[in-house]
């Protein structure tokens, strides 16, 4: 029973707060512990603990988070710079393709304006060429810069600094108009050079027909003149030829300037034909419509009736009809001369001279030089003559020549003279 009271009499009396007693100084001091002090205490020391542990694992991954994140930055970087290197050299590209390209076009544009310049100096050669065909009685209009087509031409300079950069245009040409220009201009100057060639040709080979047409002539009267031909070996150089067989692919004459070298020379070479041919009594000694009476060779004498050589041609004719020089040259006489009575002899050189026999009146005297066409006297019927007539002598070398082949030959080569 005394047990249970007392329990009971606790169990109704207050606790005390615990406390801690320690020394001082030799004193007895007691600390009164507050429960709810010390759950704090202990609370704050956990949470601190947290924290510190938290903290702790921070510090030790910081540095591989860190470093994460800057592998990515630099990541980040190289992609970057990777893209901008690209961009730069695709712009460097781009840059360099528009150099090449403004190069290409510069050096087109210097080539056309170097043909052109070769164009324009070439003119000069042509004015000349056309001048000896002036000279030849030739009429070929040939192309003058006026004539030419399209964006250049010899009298129209290209100038790059308008070529380039047109309006609406890049410098590089990439719009295709430069190009166009370019290939207007020199679709022009070929043009025109083809134009120029072709005339050309056409003129040597009116040349060269008209030369080969007195060359073919002459021939036949026994003659055959040297090698004429004066133009300026240097400007189409040809190697020696020499004896033996000749051939190779036919390759047709496209340059203006081997045109002009062979126009040149074709012109050359039908003045010296015309001038040479000129100079040979190819004319008919009467005006108006020649008659022959009696032709060259064997025939029977009109006085004695025996078979005798003719000499010459004879040439009806009136008492006082005008007897004009078959061609040009100096009278070697004029005078009586035996049978040929009042007779007038030209010489015309090269060995080759004309009697005119049986005059009635002299006109010229010996030592005088004429032209063919002129009087040099007038028909009669003087010497060994039946009637009035004209007797008409070609020599060559002095010996007598049928002079029906030099008529022949004048008829021939009248249109090629006048």
């Known amino acids: 029973m005394t047990t249970r009271s007392r329990v009971h009499q606790d ?3 207050r606790r005390e707060p615990p406390r801690i007693s320690y020394t001082s100084n030799g004193k007895v001091r007691a600390l009164t512990l507050n429960p709810a002090l010390v759950v704090s205490l202990i609370g704050g020391f956990a949470l601190f603990t947290v924290i510190y542990l938290g903290a702790t694992a921070y510090l030790l991954f910081r540095d591989d988070l860190v470093g994460a994140a800057i592998t990515r930055q630099i990541d980040m970087r190289h992609g970057y710079e ?26 087109r544009i210097d080539r056309l304006t170097a043909r052109q ?37 010899p009298s129209k300079p290209l100038k790059a600094s308008t070529w380039f950069a047109p309006a609406g245009g890049r410098p590089d040409g990439t719009d295709g ?11 022009s100057i070929d043009r025109m050079a083809q134009r120029q060639t072709l005339a050309l040709a056409a003129l040597a080979e009116m040349a060269e027909r008209d030369a080969g047409r007195i060359e073919a002539v002459v021939a036949k009267l026994g003659l055959r003149f040297g090698s004429l031909a004066s133009a300026d070996k240097s400007a189409a150089p040809r190697p020696r030829a020499v004896e033996g067989g000749v051939g190779g692919p036919l390759v047709p004459m496209i340059d203006p300037a081997v045109a002009a070298w062979r126009a040149e020379t074709a012109l ?18 009467v005006r108006g419509d ?15 009736g025996v078979l005798a050589m003719h000499t010459g041609i004879d040439f009806r004719a009136d008492l006082g009809d005008p007897v004009i020089a078959t061609g040009p040259g100096q009278v070697e006489e004029a005078g009586r001369q035996g049978g040929y ?3 007038v002899e030209i010489d015309h050189g090269n060995g080759i001279s004309t009697r005119f026999g049986h005059l009635s009146r002299i006109a010229v005297e010996a030592g005088q030089t004429v032209r063919a066409g002129q009087v040099i006297g007038y028909a009669g019927s003087t010497g060994r ?26 008829e021939k080569l009248r249109p090629v003279l006048h």
């Open 341 to 343: 009575g009042l007779m």
């Open 11 to 13: 169990f109704g009396k």
């Open 385 to 410: 003559s039946t009637g009035p007539h004209v007797h008409y002598e070609t020599r060559v070398n002095g010996d007598a020549v049928n002079p029906a082949a030099w008529l022949d030959a004048g």
């Open 177 to 187: 108009r430069v190009t166009a220009r370019i290939d207007r201009a020199e679709a």
């Open 117 to 153: 310049d070769g164009l324009r100096e070439f003119e000069s050669r042509i004015g000349a060429v056309l001048d000896k065909a002036r000279q030849q009685g030739m009429k070929l209009p040939l192309p003058t810069s006026a004539a030419t087509e399209g964006d250049v031409g």
């Open 268 to 285: 050359d070479r039908l003045a010296d034909l015309r001038r040479n041919a000129a100079a040979l009594p190819l004319g008919v000694p």
């Open 290 to 304: 020649a008659q022959v009476t009696s032709g060259f060779g064997g025939r029977s004498d009109p006085f004695l």
């Open 82 to 107: 990777d893209r901008i290197a690209a961009l730069r050299a695709q712009i460097d590209r781009i840059q360099s393709r528009q150099v090449l390209d403004q190069s290409a076009f510069e050096a």
